[in-house]
């Protein structure tokens, strides 16, 4: 069995796989990371193998911690990989955008496909029919923006994205809602049509945190992963035993 470690700047995702197969996952603040740990052997002491993630919140400290349970396989610039990797600066490729690629080159082979990440910024990810990625795009995500315009104004208050979005907001709030998430929508549609300008037969994934809210607000057919991640890196840590 497989623990997948997925460790942002604050939150934690741990994963169980059996061999490919998910089983459950949770999500919890860092700071409880050895507690989950241990708790998620306890139920599952037949794991043995697991990846992290991580964007540097997550030090060697709990890493190594880790590594008392299973042997522990940390993602980097260096991992091997499945797919031809054709970024011009392939040592500053997000360990996040690694995994995503590989769970498109395994579950959309010989596919043209766009994987579009919806978190903390959106990124968008390119691996051809061939196997080779090509690279991307990043951008601020829904909250970046709110926090943008509340930080860099003097008077624009900081918002979330729920209640109604309007097309012509009719107040300051409103107005900032229609901005951000009507233009977030706006964006994503329009680098999905672009990319099928250029490439034939395209497969766009959605993933991320708001993944599930931006989908049902955009014009292009896409195929909602929840998971995808987490199965990038299942699938880099399948890979990397052989």
Known sequence: M???VDAGNTSVKLAVYKGKEFLTSKSFELQFFLKEVKQVFL???DIKNAIVSTVGALGSKEI???AVY???QTLSASTKIPFKNLYGTPKTLGVDRIAL???AFYQYTNKNTLVIDAGSCVTYDFI???GEYLGGAISP???MRFKAMHNQTANLPLLEKDGEIKLIGDSTTASMKSGVVNGICLEIDGVINEYKIRFADLTVILTGGDAHFLSKRLKNTIF???NFLLDGLNYLLEYNKN
């Open 64 to 66: 190594t911690k880790l």
């Open 101 to 103: 690629a590989t769970a």
């Open 70 to 72: 299973c042997n522990v």
């Open 224 to 226: 909602a992963h929840s």
């Open 128 to 130: 051809n029919g061939n």
């Open 43 to 45: 139920e599952f002491p």
């Open 2 to 4: 497989n623990l997948i």
């Open 141 to 143: 995500g829904v909250a």
